[in-house]
């Protein structure tokens, strides 16, 4: 079964890097006012922009396979909290786009909400799990 993979690593008291596939790094830290030195998004930001761009590229590709005349396309991602520990307890999409043809428009979005690994793994859910490795570094 394919793998991706991202790791992550301390720079600061609590600040991590996340290395990425394809080379690309990115800081994760906490507000200011949780501790943290607002170096970069928090974990459940960066969850949330990874539904959106998962949904987005996955809609911007089914536009431009078809040719589609659609432009400006945007989506906003709302992930709405709840319980204790918190949680989220849903995520919406809403688009909105340039296109004279609404039919059209959401044949598109019901192609990337399909096609989306993103959409899929949150519509089904996903087996997790924590353990400590063996190499931990002391």
Same mark, same amino acid.
């Given at each position: 079964m394919p793998e991706v993979k991202v790791q992550l690593r301390q720079v600061? %008291?609590? *600040?991590?890097?996340a290395t990425l596939p394809r080379g690309h790094t990115t800081l994760v830290d906490r507000p200011e006012a949780k501790g943290g030195a607002d170096k970069g998004p928090m974990g459940g930001e960066y969850f949330l922009t990874s539904v959106g761009g998962c949904f987005m590229s996955t809609l911007l590709a089914a536009i431009n396979a078809r040719d589609? %005349?659609? *432009?400006?396309?945007?989506?906003?991602?709302t992930g709405t909290l709840a319980g204790e520990p918190t949680v989220f307890a849903s995520v919406s999409l809403e688009v909105s786009a340039a296109c004279e043809d609404e039919e059209l428009l959401q044949h598109l979005v019901d192609i990337a909400e399909r096609g989306c690994i993103?959409?899929?793994?949150?519509?089904?859910?996903?087996?997790?799990?924590?353990?400590?490795?063996?190499?931990?570094?002391?």
């Open positions: 600061g %008291p609590s *600040t991590s890097e589609a %005349p659609v *432009t400006n396309v945007q989506t906003e991602v993103m959409v899929n793994s949150l519509k089904r859910g996903v087996d997790f799990s924590v353990r400590i490795g063996a190499g931990s570094p002391a």
